[in-house]
């Protein structure tokens, strides 16, 4: 079975970090574009930061750069995004999915495999 499962979520105070981890079963991430996706409540969902380890393209939107850090792990099949400095504003449901990863940009495709999500509360 293809599947992408997320983990790590959780709540934190302000300030404090997580790591989430989007693992792959049923085929490898190596040579896709894997992104992480967030949406609030009442707000779209927005990428946030994608990795292609075919080529080593990494991407962060505005409002994470310089607290976000994407990585791979061809060994484990895993993708990791560890968050920093967390802010209120990013409390969302954070998903992972198959997709296109560009330098400046970011987005799923028709044929995007998405896991299940994994809630991420920052507050004081």
């Known amino acids: 079975q293809v599947l992408l499962v997320e983990s790590g979520g959780g709540s934190v105070q302000p300030g404090g970090s997580l790591r989430l981890s989007c693992a792959a079963s049923?085929?490898?991430?190596?040579?896709?574009?894997v992104g992480w996706f967030r949406q609030a409540p009442g707000k779209e969902r927005e990428g946030v930061s994608c990795?292609?380890?075919?080529?080593?393209?990494?991407y962060y939107t505005d409002s994470v750069k310089g607290r976000f850090t994407i990585s791979g792990d061809n060994a484990k099949n895993t993708v990791y995004l560890q968050m920093n400095n967390l802010k209120p504003e990013d409390t969302a449901v954070y998903y992972c999915?198959?997709?296109?990863?560009?330098?400046?940009?970011?987005?799923?495709?028709?044929?995007?495999?998405w896991g299940q999500g994994t809630q991420v509360t920052v507050s004081s």
């Open positions: 049923g085929f490898a991430l190596d040579g896709y574009g």
């Open positions: 999915a198959t997709g296109a990863c560009g330098m400046t940009t970011m987005y799923p495709v028709a044929t995007s495999l």
């Open positions: 990795i292609d380890s075919s080529d080593g393209t990494i």
